[in-house]
């Protein structure tokens, strides 16, 4: 043990050489305090034992690290994240970084442990690993890819660990034995001008080969920086085969070598270097692109979608995909619903394996394919429309109706928005869907729910939908797995594809990756107003004064929608008018206990005069349960103490 200078800490510091030292000066497990991880010996630790601990080779770290692997800057060692920052993560681990970082001005962020560990790999200087026994592979390459892809990876390559001989130190840096000894520079065929030299995918860059990138960490390749040119490490050793064959395709591909790139027949992407062509069919595609599935049942359609390496548009119409709403190149591969005329990029649709399975068989009926909700057609119109029909939500028949305008005051059963277009009305009973609601699957699977059963349709019970966060008593689409309900609005809303909006004169899309503000709500009881009030999306009165809502009194943001009532000049929030329960029914009786009151009570929104709570006493605004025999109400949100 010796006294060493104190590396920035106000007390002298003792040098430990060994574990057994170590433990006896510890009063508990401690922890580095540059790079935070459990100390080790060698390290410091502070003599007068205030709970400093540095490790030895934290200590030696250099405050600016010209780093092999990322020749183009150098690496400077800083106590604390940028200011800039919110959060840090290691570009190497993947990892949070919570104390001294090496940092680069192009926003690179390593530990200094991971900075100093590929350090060494560049040098060929791995003497931590010396003591580390090697493990074999797990499990066969041949046939256990699948079972692999979810497994540790090598922080190397991103391969999975157990595929190869590896090192598995207590450090955590899991390791191919290979990827220990990989040269620095070499001359590859894919890329003649210059020599590939080993490095991090600072940029993120894809595979000239195999056209992949790397989503977890930068790990190593072979780049050359200058012509922004990358090849995995996997993809430059492997040997590529001659000839590769698939049950996807009817005939066999064959290996086709060349300079400059191309675009995948299959997925429509560029390639280069490795292609494999089938002459019969004259296409030319990536290596993994052999393999696309024929047939697939994607969460974001209903019915299966067929790729297609050509698509042969009569009208020359452009076709958009429809998740992310870019053009889709007809000449080149894609999937396709004929039923519906929709269409697919392949990276769009099989980005997430989650989100598609599949299909074998092309002959074999899929069990949840668009299962009708519609049970019986009684009659049909010249249009070919069901205009009378049974459902399987209703007891008696339902009638086609477009006449929307005599039933100013009904809500839909199924989504409970008011009655608008055309409607499905029962006789019998007051009872009302949509027609697009009518039309729901009885089957179905959401592309936003991450479980792989389907969903099935259910009504007349109260839940709260898992998307929107709004209590409804209506219909709703259950998951058969996590028991989860959706309301049949966000349903509809996040279905795929254009949609109509009263406030605004193009369709619109849906964007799963936008962030942005809203223009309608920006970022929840309106005063009784005889008038119907209209929904509206700009105000004209440049007065600022006039910008206030008459519900709550606050101020308004004149940019986005509200409730106006011209009649009376009465504007209102969006939230102020609809409430915090805007889908739940009301006249829904409910039993109580005796000791809160002695008959039934009826829900009830929205009381003209604001009764006091005939429980804490305040004012029912919103929610409320009413008695209709006698004068009794209670708010919504006071416990009732239902009998069920």
């Excluded at 994240?81 to 681990?93: A, G, N, V």
């Excluded at 490490?233 to 086709?256: G, R």
């Excluded at 292609?275 to 595609?285: A, D, F, K, R, W």
């Excluded at 477009?402 to 009973?429: H, V, W």
Aim: glycine share 4%; proline share 4%.
């Amino acid at each position: 043990m010796e006294e060493s200078n104190n590396y920035g800490h106000q007390h002298p510091l003792l040098l430990i050489f060994n574990q057994d030292q170590l433990i006896h000066n510890q009063s508990g497990v401690t922890d580095c305090s540059r790079c935070g991880e459990k100390v080790s010996a060698p390290c410091f630790c502070c003599a007068e034992h205030c709970g400093f601990y540095l490790h030895k080779v934290c200590a030696d770290a250099p405050l600016e690290l010209n780093h092999p692997f990322h020749h183009n800057h150098p690496l400077l060692l800083l106590q604390e994240r940028p200011s800039s920052y919110t959060r840090c993560i290691c570009d190497f681990c993947d990892k949070t970084c919570e104390k001294f970082i090496y940092h680069c001005s192009c926003g690179l962020d390593f530990h200094i442990k991971c900075a100093l560990f590929t350090f060494n790999i560049a040098e060929n200087n791995l003497k931590e690993l010396e003591h580390v026994a090697l493990q074999h592979p797990l499990i066969s390459t041949e046939n256990g890819d699948e079972k692999l892809k979810d497994a540790a990876k090598c922080f190397g390559c991103r391969e999975p660990l157990a595929k190869y001989t590896h090192f598995s130190p207590d450090s955590g840096f899991n390791l191919h034995e290979k990827c220990t000894k990989l040269p620095f520079k070499l001359n590859h065929v894919c890329h003649r001008k210059h020599p590939l030299a080993l490095q991090f995918n600072s940029e993120r860059l894809s595979c000239k080969i195999c056209g992949e990138t790397c989503q977890e960490g930068i790990g190593f390749l072979y780049g050359c920086s200058p012509c922004k040119f990358a090849v995995h490490i996997e993809c430059v050793t492997a040997s590529l085969d001659l000839v590769v064959e698939d049950k996807s395709h009817e005939h066999p591909f064959t290996l086709f070598t060349r300079r400059s790139s191309f675009i995948c027949d299959a997925c429509g992407e560029e390639g280069s270097y490795a292609s494999y062509i089938c002459c019969t069919c004259n296409i030319m595609v990536h290596k993994k692109c052999s393999s696309v599935p024929r047939i697939i049942k994607s969460k974001w359609h209903d019915h299966r979608l067929f790729h297609k390496y050509f698509l042969h548009i009569e009208d020359f119409r452009v076709l958009d995909c429809i998740m992310c709403h870019d053009e889709v190149s007809t000449d080149h591969g894609s999937y396709y619903c004929s039923k519906c005329d929709v269409i697919f990029h392949v990276k769009c649709a099989m980005q997430d394996k989650d989100s598609y399975e599949i299909v074998e068989n092309e002959d074999e009926d899929s069990a949840d394919e668009s299962v009708s909700s519609i049970t019986k057609v009684l009659e049909w119109n010249d249009a070919g429309e069901a205009t009378v029909i049974e459902h399987i939500m209703h007891i008696h028949y339902l009638t086609l109706s477009d006449k929307a305008g005599e039933y100013d005051n009904k809500c839909c059963d199924g989504c409970l928005l008011p009655i608008s277009d055309s409607f499905y009305y029962c006789t019998q009973c007051d009872f009302f869907l949509h027609k697009v609601c009518v039309e729901l699957p009885k089957v179905k699977q959401i592309w936003h729910h991450p479980c792989q059963s389907s969903l099935v349709l259910t009504s007349n019970e109260e839940f709260r939908c898992v998307a929107c966060d709004y209590w409804s008593k209506a219909f709703a689409y259950e998951c058969e797995e996590c028991k989860e309900r959706t309301c049949l609005r966000c349903i509809i809303a996040l279905t795929p594809g254009a949609h109509t909006c009263v406030g605004h004169k193009h369709p619109v899309f849906l964007y799963t990756e936008y962030r942005g503000r809203c223009v309608a709500c920006g970022d929840d009881d309106i005063k009784g107003d005889e008038h119907l009030l209209l929904l509206t999306y700009h105000d004209d009165n440049s007065y600022s004064e006039s910008h206030f809502c008459d519900v709550c009194e606050e101020r308004r943001d004149s940019n986005l929608w509200f409730y106006h009532c011209a009649t009376c000049d009465t504007s209102a929030h969006v939230n102020c008018i609809l409430g915090r329960h805007p889908f739940v029914k009301p006249r829904n009786i409910i039993k109580v206990r005796k000791n809160i009151h002695e008959h039934p009570l009826t829900l009830v929104k929205k009381i003209y005069y604001y009764p006091n709570c005939g429980k804490c006493g305040e004012p029912c605004f919103n929610f409320a349960f009413e008695c209709t025999a006698c004068n009794f109400i209670i708010h919504g949100k006071c416990p009732v103490n239902s009998e069920d």
